[in-house]
């Protein structure tokens, strides 16, 4: 019950966001401070023909998280060499779906040796007590295919 609480009181606040205009900078400045990605896990370098990992995990910093109900829309695009598991991620596909800070290991094969990379976009939105604010951040990881 408490959690179903907490879930109606986020989504009041994410559905109230845009009224609170004045502060609407200052709140965004603070919901860009209260996250970081982590991509340690990432297969950085394998031989080609292998296969790796990219490991995206969106760490809340503090008292926030990730809001479980609002979307979550990861876009993923690798060069040629790369060919990945899956390209489009959402709340189903972290390694837990319930985490407040999920995490998505996406498998890939190394097809082509050279500097290869792939390209993700979060769109998501990180939640606090009293805000609710939507994030998006592109992120770049290269790969070394000997």
């Known amino acids: ?25 200052a709140v965004g400045a603070e919901a860009a401070r209260s996250w970081r990605l982590v991509t340690e896990g990432s297969t950085r370098e394998l031989a080609a023909g292998a296969s790796g990992k990219l490991v995206l995990f969106i760490e ?23 060919k990945l598991g899956k390209a489009q991620l959402g709340h189903a596909d972290a390694v837990d779906p319930a985490a407040e800070a ?28 009293q805000w609710c604010v939507r994030q998006v951040k592109d992120v770049v990881l290269a790969v070394n295919v000997k």
């Not at 879930?7 to 609407?24: C, I, K, M, V, Y």
């Not at 998280?65 to 690798?78: D, F, G, R, W």
Request: glycine letters at 6%.
């Open 60 to 82: 809340p910093v503090g008292k926030t998280h990730v809001h479980p109900k609002a979307p979550l829309k990861i876009s993923i695009e690798a060069t040629p060499g790369l």
């Open 1 to 25: 019950m408490r959690r179903a609480l907490a879930t109606l009181a986020s989504l009041a606040l994410l559905a109230a966001a845009p009224a609170r205009a004045g502060s609407e900078d």
């Open 102 to 129: 999920p995490r998505f290991e996406v498998p890939f094969a190394a097809t082509a040796a050279g500097a290869q990379q792939a390209k993700a976009k979060l769109d998501f939105y990180i939640c606090s007590d």
